[in-house]
C-alpha cells in the first residue's frame, strides 16, 4: 500500500495469522501464497471473456482490470478476445448481479473489492461472498492515519488518548461510503480504547483527494485512507502520517512510519484486490483461472503496475481466497455492528 512518488513495494506477506489474531477472530488461519496449482485439462475458455469491474471507465479498478487484460493478453495465458465490462453503481452490486447472471459459465469473472463483504453486511446488497466461485486474490493495498502537520497529534497512541478522552475533537475523513475499509480502521483504532466507537465522528467525502484536503485545512482532525494517497502530502509536509494498518512497515518513503499495531493499536485493514466467478464453476474452471492468474502475479509487468498503484502483491488460490473471506467476513461483521451498522 509506495508507489506513483518512487515506493517501491515490499515482498509478497505470505502468512495471515496474524491478521486475523489483531482483528480479534477466534480462529487463527494462515493463509499464504500458496504453490501454484497445475491446470487441470478438461476446460479453456471457447468463447470471449468478459472481466467485469464495478465502477466506471477511468478509475483505479478499472485501470487495473485493463492492466492485467493486457498482460494476460499478451502473454497468451488466454487465447480467446477479453473485454472490461463496466457496470458501475450500488458499490459494486449492480456488478455482481450481472456476474449471477451467468452461473456456472467461466467466461465471466469480476475484479471485486472489500464492498464484497460489506455490502452484504450493511444490507446493501443480498449478495454475499458465498453466492460466487472466489478464484485468486491479486494485491492488498493498506489503510493509513494522517493528520494536519499542525495537529498536536504526533502518534498512534496519540490519537488513542484523544479517542479516549475527547473523541468529538477528532472528526475523522474518508471517502467514499460509510461502512468501508477506511471507516473501519479508523473504528478499529476508536474500539482500541475501549470506548464507544458509534462517539466517533466521521465525514464522508466523494473522493479520498477531497478527504485529504480537508484534513490539511484543518476541517476534519484526521484523515483514513490508502497508505500510498498520502506520500505526496507527506513529503510536502502537509500531512503527517501517524500509522498505517499493517501487519509490517511498508517500504520506500512510508518505510520511515511505524505499523498501528507496532503502537499497540490491534489494526490491521486493507482494500484487497480478488477475482472471482459466478457461483457454481467446477473444479476444472477454477483451476484454469487459478493457474492464468497465478502467472499473471508473477510478471514483471504485473509487478510494476501494483508498485505505480501503493499495492502489495499478494496471491491466494481458490481455498485460500474462500478462508480469507469468510475470516474477513467475520472481521469486519464485528466492528460495522459496533458502529450500528450491521444488519
Not at 93 to 114: E, F, K, R
Not at 229 to 253: D, E, F, K, T, Y
Not at 317 to 323: F, G, K, N, W
Request: with cysteine.
Amino acid at each position: 500500500m509506495i508507489s506513483r512518488h518512487g515506493r517501491t513495494s515490499s515482498p509478497p506477506i505470505r502468512k495471515r495469522t496474524d491478521l486475523y489474531a489483531a482483528l480479534g477472530l477466534s480462529a487463527l488461519l494462515a493463509v499464504g501464497v500458496g504453490p501454484c496449482p497445475a491446470q487441470t485439462a478438461g476446460w479453456k475458455p471457447a468463447r470471449p471473456i468478459e472481466i467485469i469491474v464495478g465502477v466506471s471507465p477511468g478509475g483505479g479498478i478499472d485501470r487495473t482490470a485493463r492492466t492485467l487484460q493486457k498482460i494476460m493478453q499478451d502473454k497468451r495465458y488466454i487465447e480467446v478476445a477479453t473485454t472490461v465490462i463496466n457496470k458501475p453503481g450500488g458499490g459494486g452490486a449492480i456488478a455482481q448481479s450481472y456476474l449471477n447472471q451467468h452461473p456456472g459459465d467461466a467466461h465471466y469473472v469480476y475484479l471485486t473489492a472489500t464492498s464484497l463483504l460489506t455490502n452484504h453486511i450493511t444490507g446493501k446488497s443480498t449478495l454475499s461472498h458465498k453466492d460466487i466461485t472466489p478464484l485468486a486474490m491479486l494485491s492488498d493495498e493498506y489503510i493509513g492515519l494522517a493528520v494536519n502537520t499542525e495537529s498536536p497529534l504526533k502518534s498512534g497512541k496519540d490519537l488513542l488518548e484523544a479517542l479516549k478522552t475527547r473523541p468529538e475533537s477528532v472528526p475523522v475523513g474518508i471517502a467514499t461510503a460509510i461502512g468501508n475499509t477506511n471507516h473501519i480502521a479508523a473504528a478499529l483504532v476508536a474500539k482500541a480504547t475501549g470506548g464507544d466507537v458509534k462517539k466517533m465522528r466521521v465525514a464522508v467525502f466523494s473522493s479520498g483527494g477531497e478527504a485529504m484536503t480537508a484534513a490539511i485545512g484543518g476541517h476534519v482532525g484526521l484523515v483514513a485512507t490508502p497508505a500510498a494517497n498520502l506520500v505526496a502530502h507527506m513529503q510536502a509536509g502537509r500531512l503527517r502520517v501517524l500509522g498505517i494498518a499493517a501487519p509490517q512497515r511498508l517500504s520506500g518513503v512510508l518505510a520511515a512510519v511505524p505499523t498501528l499495531r507496532e503502537q499497540g493499536i490491534p489494526a490491521i485493514v486493507a482494500n484487497w484486490r480478488p477475482m472471482i466467478g459466478p457461483k457454481g464453476l467446477n473444479a476444472a474452471q477454477t483451476a484454469f483461472w487459478e493457474d492464468a492468474f497465478a502467472k499473471l502475479t508473477r510478471t514483471a509487468e504485473w509487478r510494476n503496475e501494483v508498485e505505480t498503484g501503493g499495492s502489495i502483491n499478494h496471491y491466494m488460490d481458490s481455498r485460500e481466497l474462500a478462508a480469507y473471506f469468510d475470516a474477513q467476513y467475520a472481521a469486519f461483521k464485528s466492528i460495522l455492528g459496533d458502529l450500528g451498522l450491521a444488519k
